[in-house]
């Protein structure tokens, strides 16, 4: 079995992960966005006014897809890579953005389900590059010129929203 590595992430990669969250946040409809690591730990969230209970809510969810990907082998199938529960008021959408982060969405019942997954997964398209790691290097592989076409990729995924 290979040697899981640990997630790490420089402040750059951070940054960029909340200005993406926030741009999401406000062309989706979405209450509240969490990137959250796949052990259950918070990474980053965006919120202006719902915040719940981050932590129990980042252990849950991320349990909970754990639970999802089981569900999937037993179905012979490869994986499932979302998971969306309906309330009466406040639907969550949980997405994988790699092996070792998933994106948490949360949006009341007058918002778009199909906006929602819309943009969330061009946000996911962002936030891979963000995260993506060198199999070689301990530390996210980056050249000089990334941070400032992060931000471009970040401004073009909304730009006709």
């Known amino acids: 079995m290979p040697k899981r590595k640990g997630l790490v992430i420089?402040?750059?990669?951070?940054?960029?992960?909340?200005?993406?969250?926030?741009?999401?946040?406000?062309?989706?409809?979405s209450t509240f966005l969490a990137l959250i690591s796949t052990s259950g730990q918070p990474i980053t969230t965006a919120s202006d006014e719902y915040h719940p209970e981050t932590l129990s809510l980042a252990?849950?969810?991320?349990?909970?897809?754990?639970?999802?990907?089981?569900?999937?082998?037993?179905?012979d199938e490869n994986e499932f890579t979302l998971l969306f529960h309906e309330g009466r008021?406040?639907?969550?959408?949980?997405?994988?953005?790699?092996?070792?982060?998933?994106?948490i969405v949360?949006?009341?019942r007058e918002t778009q389900v199909g906006k929602v997954r819309l943009y969330t997964q061009r946000a996911v398209e962002v936030l891979r590059q963000i995260f993506e790691v060198d199999e070689d290097e301990e530390t996210p592989a980056m050249d000089a010129d990334f941070e400032s076409s992060a931000g471009r990729a970040i401004d073009d995924l909304f730009q006709d929203a």
Not at 10 to 29: F, P, Y
Not at 59 to 75: C, H
């Open 10 to 29: 420089n402040d750059r990669q951070l940054d960029l992960c909340d200005d993406l969250l926030q741009k999401l946040k406000e062309v989706s409809g």
């Open 106 to 108: 949360t949006f009341g």
């Open 59 to 75: 252990s849950l969810a991320a349990s909970s897809f754990a639970a999802t990907q089981q569900l999937a082998r037993i179905l």
């Open 89 to 103: 008021a406040l639907n969550l959408h949980v997405t994988q953005v790699t092996e070792q982060v998933l994106l």
